[in-house]
């Protein structure tokens, strides 16, 4: 296998800031954590990993990309996915259930939405991005923003950091 | 929900762009993968997420950063890494068949290792990883590496890229 020195951190260091704040929240608040991730595909999980201390509340993510994943990975109804999409309340909020079901985590983030460069097969714009966050045993909370139309990367930054913002709100709200 | 606008991608571009031949590679060989993810926490599926034509190849993730989560989310024997630990050849071997089992995937990545700053809580040193790649109904394939201690995101970096590596040579080993 080859190798190669990085010349630049692997993942954008102000989303790493701020990681390190939610993860000493949740350290507080004596919280773990899992995320069901579609759009993110992961790295809400890999920002929160380089936090000093994610061992401690860090369980893991299901990342579900595809609508076959939501299902198979995550519960998530098929029927629901064929005639909605994958971009609902709905949606993020089963996403929250299967991921406490299937993991020993007090709480969940949730997150679908379309980060570009083009509409989803199911013609939510790029922009539209539901979460959800949920403790067990406790509604799921789901919020929709609209983002608009801006750079991919741009895009994903903000989408991650509300993200973390939204996990660092729950750790108050149990 | 606070947000700010990013001045550097969220994940480093010489990952990004090694992931875009991996998944071409993959829609070459009409393959569909999935990654099950300890150290990296969902890392090598949000750099694959970036990719051109990602969503076509790209199942998702099961990131099991924490013990209990390998076990709950991606059925390792808990047993077994109450014994040895969660860096092993025979772990990641239960979390390629685990996430085979739970996604519609043809191929699956697993990685498991220390990324630092510390040795693990088994004593395993900083920068011993083991990788497993296997298609389904295929015997995996595990190879382990040590890559000596060295600064944390030089060694995520590294991990990640020789991952994408035996991805990118599972394709043509099925």
Redesign the interface.
């Known amino acids: 296998?080859?190798?190669?020195?990085?010349?630049?951190?692997?993942?954008?260091q102000?989303?790493v800031h701020r990681a390190e704040d939610i993860v000493r929240a949740l350290r507080d608040a004596r919280l773990?954590v899992?995320?069901a991730?579609s759009?993110?595909?992961?790295?809400?999980?890999?920002v929160?990993?380089?936090a000093d201390g994610?061992?401690q509340v860090?369980?893991?993510?299901?990342?579900?990309?595809?609508k076959?994943?939501k299902t198979?990975?995550l519960g998530v109804d098929s029927e629901l996915l064929k005639r909605d999409g994958s971009v609902t309340a709905e949606v993020v909020r089963q996403m929250v259930h299967g991921a406490l079901f299937?993991?020993?985590?007090d709480l969940a983030l949730a997150v679908s939405g379309v980060l570009g460069p083009s509409p989803d097969e199911d013609g939510n714009p790029v922009g539209l991005v539901y979460f959800g966050c949920g403790h067990r045993n406790s509604p799921v909370v789901v919020?929709r923003?609209n983002y608009g139309p801006q750079p991919h990367?741009?895009l994903?930054?903000?989408v991650?950091?509300?993200g973390l913002?939204?996990l660092g709100?729950s750790t108050g709200t149990r």
């Open positions: 296998m080859k190798t190669r020195l990085a010349d630049t951190p692997c993942v954008d102000g989303l773990s899992v995320t991730e759009c993110t595909a992961g790295l809400v999980s890999a929160l990993s380089q994610a061992g860090l369980h893991g993510s299901f990342v579900a990309y595809s076959a994943n198979s990975a299937r993991s020993p985590a919020s923003k990367d741009v994903r930054h903000r991650v950091m509300d913002d939204l709100h």
